[in-house]
């Protein structure tokens, strides 16, 4: 796999992208989903990650303990994590033989989670009756 295979494969995608360095890419398509998932092709694999948020102060374990059920129920790749203070979703393929059905696979996955969970992670930033209360 190069990375004129992996400009290639994002080509027919049809996926609104830009290079922003060697083995680099940014796809960005906000009317599917798909903003900010950053594509590094570092031998002998392939990263996307996307951050999503910044995790709240409050509600954190809250957060957290959902993110671990969502990884165990609802991703069918990669998966979410914490990176420094951000919530990320991150997936990795290998790229000796990684197809483009596979490749278009990762990036509908991750589309798909930001689609069905980024509504409901971000209601933990926002703030609750009882911290509002205790602000007064």
């Known amino acids: 796999m190069t990375n004129d295979n992996i400009e290639a494969y994002l080509i027919e995608g049809e996926y609104p992208f830009e290079q922003v360095g060697e083995g680099m890419w940014l796809i960005n398509d906000e009317t599917d989903f798909i903003d900010n998932i950053v594509l590094i092709h570092n031998e002998p694999v392939v990263t996307f990650r996307v951050k999503l948020m910044e995790a709240p102060e409050n509600r954190r374990l809250e957060l957290f303990k959902r ?3 969502l990884n165990a ?3 069918v790749a990669g998966a979410f994590g914490l990176e420094d203070n951000a919530i990320v979703i991150v ?3 290998q790229s000796e033989n ?8 990762s990036v509908d996955s991750i589309a798909l989670s ?3 969970h980024y509504p409901e992670l ?9 911290d509002l209360k205790a602000q007064a």
């Not at 990684?98 to 696979?105: A, T």
């Not at 971000?122 to 009882?130: D, G, I, L, M, S």
């Open 67 to 69: 993110l671990l059920e």
């Open 91 to 93: 997936d990795t393929l």
């Open 98 to 105: 990684l197809d483009y059905n596979e490749f278009q696979g």
């Open 122 to 130: 971000q209601a933990y930033a926002q703030p609750q009756k009882e």
């Open 73 to 75: 129920t609802s991703m």
């Open 114 to 116: 930001i689609r069905e």
